[in-house]
């Protein structure tokens, strides 16, 4: 695998289930992020995670909670979502320290929740 | 505040035709960083170029070219001769102080054969 993968592709969920989005990089960073991407948003950034920590959390509901445990590795666990979090959820990753780096994005998880 | 603003929410071009896409930002910052990223049908976001505040040459790579100017808060993005794999959603972003990425709300180009 190369670059950032991120699983499920397509998740289709009810209000009341729990789910999670998985997202991997195999390209040595050191910081992780997740954007939400909805119709009429522009990508909202939800959360950055620096070396394994969190850094930035923007104001996203508690029915959101991102979990990184290395820094390969992110999840975005998911309960009792309501239909307007409907969207398309990346992944990004880059470097962070020592200067602006790009980041590197995942193809996405497309959630509909019903 | 920081802010991209993309006026173009939607292009159409006929295939071989050179395409220009505005981006315009406003930041206080004095060092900043500016991105293009292009997204596809398939969903991901694919990183195309960065440019510091420090540095207004303009770049070319093959039939991509970007326009920095800081007088005008500018940088747009041309693509000579597209092509219909250009077909795709194309985002400037604006990197901060802070590091966080602040993206415009996108044009969307569509090249018709």
């Known amino acids: 695998e190369t670059g950032v993968t991120q699983t499920p592709r397509h998740l289709v969920m009810g209000m009341t289930n729990k789910k999670s989005l998985k997202c991997e990089q195999h390209l040595g960073h050191n910081a992780m992020y997740w954007y939400k991407q909805s119709a009429k948003k522009p990508l909202e950034l939800m959360f950055v995670y620096s070396l394994e920590e969190r850094v930035e959390n923007n104001s996203v509901p508690s029915r959101f909670s991102p979990e990184c445990p290395n820094s390969s590795h992110l999840f975005l666990h998911l309960h009792t979502l309501q239909p307007e979090d409907s969207a398309l959820y990346l992944c990004?990753?880059?470097?962070?320290?020592?200067?602006?780096?790009?980041?590197?994005f995942g193809p996405g998880t497309r959630l509909t929740v019903t | 505040a920081q802010k991209v603003t993309q006026a173009q929410t939607e292009i159409s071009v006929v295939e071989k035709e050179d395409v220009t896409l505005d981006c315009v930002y406003e930041?206080?910052?004095?060092?900043?960083?500016l991105f293009w990223y292009k997204q596809p049908p398939s969903g991901e976001l694919v990183f195309l170029i960065r440019r510091n505040s420090f540095d207004e040459q303009n770049e070319i790579s093959g039939r991509y070219s970007w326009n920095f100017q800081k007088s005008t808060s500018s940088f747009n993005f041309t693509i000579t001769a597209s092509q219909v794999v250009d077909s795709a959603v194309y985002f400037c972003a604006l990197m901060d102080s802070s590091y966080k990425l602040i993206f415009g709300s996108g044009t969307r180009l569509l090249v018709r054969p």
């Open positions: 990004a990753s880059s470097q962070r320290q020592g200067g602006a780096y790009e980041q590197y």
């Open positions: 930041t206080r910052d004095t060092t900043y960083y």
